[in-house]
């Protein structure tokens, strides 16, 4: 079904020409309903139904497209795959309208790194008054990309007429140039709600790799860090390049403000230049200053901190100093606390879901300091051979219970009565706790098993 649209134009149209263009159509050839010359690419999710030639008021051509999508949700409306250049900044002039409340951004998909990026909406009633008008953005491609689905992502059109989108070109244009930057600056802000002074900027920075997201809805995603201490970490917003803790990197992107997290995003490049460097050390924090800003991507560690809550939601954990709550997060790494347990905990600081969280990255990460029930873990318990590899001997009260405990802090062995000898030939190499409970008295100690 077509609908019939009266365009006034509102602006002298020029031709389609600035630098090397790489695509340009005047929406002139359809197909069984469809526009054809380079249209409607696998990204497009816009339905047929909603992309309606319409060859009255063209000024191009002998045809245009209306696009209708009266949902708040965007949908895409794409060409096909275009050869573009990596690092290269393409300028899309289009002739365009729309009722008021339309609302156009464009962007691209990268087929070679599977990434999205989308410019800011624009107000096509603001921007055009009701009349067909020539709107530009630009899209920089990143590092990688060769093959990309130039996008029109439309929302909270009208449901009749739509967007009328009457020509496109895309062409080649001159760049943002980055601006050389730390990460102590891209963070440093003296008042809430801490906004960074280069909100919006191309930048480029460097740092080691101090954490990374191996699976989820972050997964490949990575925080960064140029120094110890405040202010000296980021989280960047970019899974196309594989690093691993430990790498030196420069990053290129843009500064971004997520719900006040500060991040970089639209990455064009990620360089690895070394691997395998010493991690900046973590700031020892409260289990309440972790939430300061300052420490907002920044290694942390918290000490002494009992688990207060074994099974806080989503696999996380809470722990607690006696300064306040803070919930450790398994998206980086999954552990098992014990209610009442003592932890010494290492990780990102990184704000998620509105709450300020600390992020361990693998098992040493997690030391357990203590253990639930056991008020003095200073008494001294003799056991022999120490190191063992086979049997370990001990002489405690036929009433006494013993537990060990691995590194973890799972009980890997409990036993009650006249207990004087334990078979841990089974055991893991590695450390545990022997501890021994009398009606009286609480003893552990360390012991080695090789």
């Not at 460097?277 to 300061?292: G, K, Y």
């Not at 918290?302 to 306040?324: M, P, Y």
């Not at 790494?333 to 009442?340: E, K, P, V």
Request: glycine share 10%; charged share 20%.
């Amino acid at each position: 079904m077509k609908k019939i649209f009266t365009l006034v134009l509102g602006l002298s149209i020029g031709l389609f020409s600035y630098g090397q263009v790489i695509f340009e159509s005047d929406l002139s050839s359809w197909d069984a309903g469809d526009p054809t010359g380079g249209w409607m690419g696998a990204k497009t999710n816009l339905a047929s139904e909603n992309i309606i030639e319409q060859t009255f008021g063209v000024e191009h051509g002998t045809a245009m497209a209306q696009l209708i999508n009266n949902d708040d949700s965007h949908k895409r409306f794409t060409t096909t795959e275009l050869t573009v250049t990596e690092l290269e900044t393409y300028e899309i002039k289009m002739w365009v309208t729309g009722y008021p409340g339309s609302e156009l951004r464009t962007g691209y998909y990268d087929v070679d790194n599977d990434g999205w990026y989308y410019n800011d909406y624009l107000d096509l009633d603001a921007e055009t008054g009701g009349d067909l008008t020539m709107l530009t953005q630009t899209i920089t491609v990143p590092s990688g990309c060769t093959s990309a689905e130039v996008i029109f992502s439309i929302r909270n059109t009208d449901a009749l007429v739509g967007i009328v989108l009457d020509s496109v070109s895309v062409s080649v244009t001159e760049g943002e140039e980055p601006e050389l930057v730390s990460i102590y600056d891209i963070q440093y802000a003296t008042e809430a709600p801490y906004i960074s002074a280069y909100e919006g900027s191309l930048v480029t920075t460097s740092g080691i790799v101090t954490g990374v997201f191996m699976a989820g809805a972050n997964e490949g995603k990575f925080f960064i860090q140029d120094g110890e201490g405040a202010w000296n970490g980021i989280y960047v917003y970019e899974s196309g390049t594989a690093v691993n803790i430990g790498d030196s990197v420069v990053v290129t992107g843009k500064v971004d403000e997520f719900f006040e997290l500060t991040e970089i995003v639209d990455v064009l490049l990620v360089d690895v230049i070394s691997s395998d460097n010493a991690l900046p050390a973590p700031v020892e924090l409260s289990t309440a200053d972790v939430v300061m800003e300052e420490y907002e991507g920044v290694l942390v560690k918290v000490t002494d901190a009992a688990c207060t809550n074994d099974d806080a939601g989503f696999g996380q954990f809470e722990v607690n100093d006696g300064s306040g709550a803070r919930l450790i997060d398994d998206e980086m790494f999954s552990y098992t606390a014990t209610l009442g347990n003592y932890y010494n905990i290492t990780g990102v600081s990184f704000l998620s879901f509105g709450e300020v969280k600390v992020y361990p990255r693998s098992i040493d990460d997690i030391e357990v300091a203590g253990y639930a029930g056991i008020s003095n873990n200073e008494n001294t318990l003799t056991l022999y051979p120490n190191p063992a590899q086979n049997i370990v001997n001990l002489t405690i009260e036929a009433d006494a219970t013993v537990v060990i405990y691995s590194a973890t802090g799972a009980a890997v062995y409990q036993e009650s009565g006249n207990v004087n000898a334990i078979d841990v030939s089974n055991f893991d190499t590695g450390l545990y706790m022997v501890v021994v409970t009398t009606a009286s008295s609480t003893s552990s100690a360390q012991l080695m098993v090789k």
